[in-house]
């Protein structure tokens, strides 16, 4: 199988020295338009396409972020590998801003948005016990660490509606449930790359301490932004070095990514809505 890796991630990531032949490409799915064109493009033979998770200019908040549509896109492209690269806060006084972490579960406190593409009509249910690839995740973590960065490994964590950051009380609750960092844009897209048999990995970049923190009681946007730019460099290097390591082939995800939905759908073939089989064109089409 070819491999082809789609990144999702904020503004300063897509200007990726060294991608050859990159064009924005608008990608029509079945489920609206996606936050943006896509940037499509090679990096060391491997095809490559990145997509503003929340649109150049920053144009949708975390809860208006078309998560079906992106996902299907880049299922659409071809793409095997989904890295996600968001901004988080910290819950632990070692995951410090500037830190990046490698987060391997979720806890979902969303709550206004499309969580799956399958409901009535076409039934299904995938396993979710584990959320991330761990393939995908261990290059990551070596990409960013080549890089440069300081990498935190096997980290939780919790995905709040927003657009309002936590209460203290909030912040002090997350922390008591072994959360590690807590973030906006984490779900549902990890759950909607899993329907969509995709190899997800996330990469979070601290930018704050939440609220929990005595000698940082107060989320200062200025100060996250400001962290963000610093990080920009090193998201754009950990990017940059991910097709070296995951090479232009690749085998079936031992850890079932490629294969979620085997043994997911419900519904009998003679009750399946054809209208809804026809959006699952791209994301089920390897069972359907």
Known sequence: MQTMIGIIGGSGVYQIEGLEGASWTRVKTPWGKP????????????PMA????????????????????NIDALKRLGCTDILAVSAVGSLREDYAPGHFVLVDQFIDRTFARDKSFFGQGCVAHVGFGHPTCPRLGQLAAAAARAAGAT????????????????????SRLYRQWGADVIGMTG????KLAREAELCYASLAMVT???????DHDAVDVASIIATLNANAALAR?????LPALLGPERDTCPHGCDTALTYA?????????????AMLDAVAARVL
């Open 35 to 46: 936050s943006d064109e896509i940037l499509i493009g090679r990096l060391d033979g491997v």
């Open 50 to 69: 990145f997509l503003p998770r929340h649109g150049r200019g920053h144009v949708h908040s975390p809860t208006t972020v078309p998560y079906r549509a």
């Open 151 to 170: 990498v935190h490994e096997g980290a939780t964590y919790i995905a709040m509606e927003g657009p309002q950051f936590s209460t203290l009380a909030e």
């Open 187 to 190: 779900m549902p897209e990890a």
């Open 208 to 214: 704050d301490y939440d609220c929990w923190h005595p």
């Open 237 to 241: 290097a950990t990017v940059a070095r």
């Open 265 to 277: 759908l419900m519904t009998a073939p003679e009750k399946r809505d054809p209208d809804v089989l």
